[in-house]
């Protein structure tokens, strides 16, 4: 029986055509794992359902996307997948109306997962599995799952993304087989039944020092005060930005301009990315506690951190086979502003990888952006 991980990139628009090239270059194994990641700008039920039917043996699982990550590097428009074969075990479940999950339908969703691959072992060895999340990236809901997962699996380690439209901001899909829903999630349990180290990585230092939020809105992830100061013109003087011109066109402004934050979790450091101004508040890549510390931060050399991190992550398997990528937008609207689309590429890919580009990631019980997550796939055992 084949033990691989295989990787691939499908370039035409036609959805059976697309599932008749994903088959192509996943075969000829019959995958236990399919991992898909779709363009909006495709007919998403439509190659769901092809992509289902072409691996009827097979667990399907997929999103929209902010772009793709697959063999051919970045893409924008195509479909990029990822496929497991061999000794494993994998169960999954579609949350569906995120925005308004109940944190006992979450704890619900943990035991059909732990009971569907074995609920013992589950609890005995939760090192050995791992928790694999696709999200609706506009139904700002994530936090509440991530919070229940933590508390229904505190010892399962945790990696996955946000579903993206490609910066139409209007509606994110996600797919188990051929079910396909809007404003929803798709949770995964795993057991690759081969080394794996789950990672995250970002490329920013701390320059100054903390600023209070003294008012937010966290289930809306607004920001409206920092140290009892406005929150527009606190950032404006903050960031030396116009303060009507960031008023008057905030996406063009902060996309020139990446601001971000960092908030410490234990000793980690995630970030907070700013994405637009709504009224008087700052909306944010995720939620914010009011009375959170925030480390103004800045940018360091997104490749070469890139290709530095994932060296430690593939440094923690002895043959390393390959990788799954969660990759923030903001990320690629910095690499392209710099004119390092090609590098960042090459320094996310140092061994065969799948994945997209995401409007947040997901690791542990965190939601982050402006981070690249994912997983490190040694060979199966």
Known sequence: ????????????????????????????????????????????????????????????????????IGPDGFSVGQVSALALTGPMQARAVL??????????????????????????RVRERPEDFVFLSLTDGLSGAEELLLAALASAAPKVPLVGGSAGDDFQFQATQVALGPRVSTGSAVLLLLEPQRPFVPFHLHHYTRVAAPIVVTEADPARRLVSRLDGYPAVPFLAKLAGLDEQRLRDDPLETLAARQIVFGFEVGPATFMRSVMTVQAESLLMGGSLEEGTLIYPMAAGDIVAATRDGLGRALAGIAEPQGLLLFNCAGRMLEAGARGLVAQLGAAMLPIPGAGFTTYGEQFGAVQINHTLTGLVLGQAT
């Open 1 to 68: 029986m084949s033990t691989g991980l295989t990787v691939a990139h499908a370039r035409s628009s036609d959805p059976p055509q697309i599932a008749h090239e994903l088959s192509e270059q996943l075969g000829p194994t019959t995958p236990g794992l399919v991992l898909f990641f779709v363009s909006s700008k495709l007919a998403f039920a439509d190659v769901a359902a092809a992509v289902a039917q072409a691996f009827p043996d097979s667990l399907t699982i997929g999103c929209t996307t902010c772009g793709e």
């Open 95 to 120: 949350l569906e109306q995120l925005a308004e999950l109940k944190y006992e339908r979450c704890v619900q969703a943990v035991d059909e997962l732990r009971a569907g691959i074995g609920a013992e």
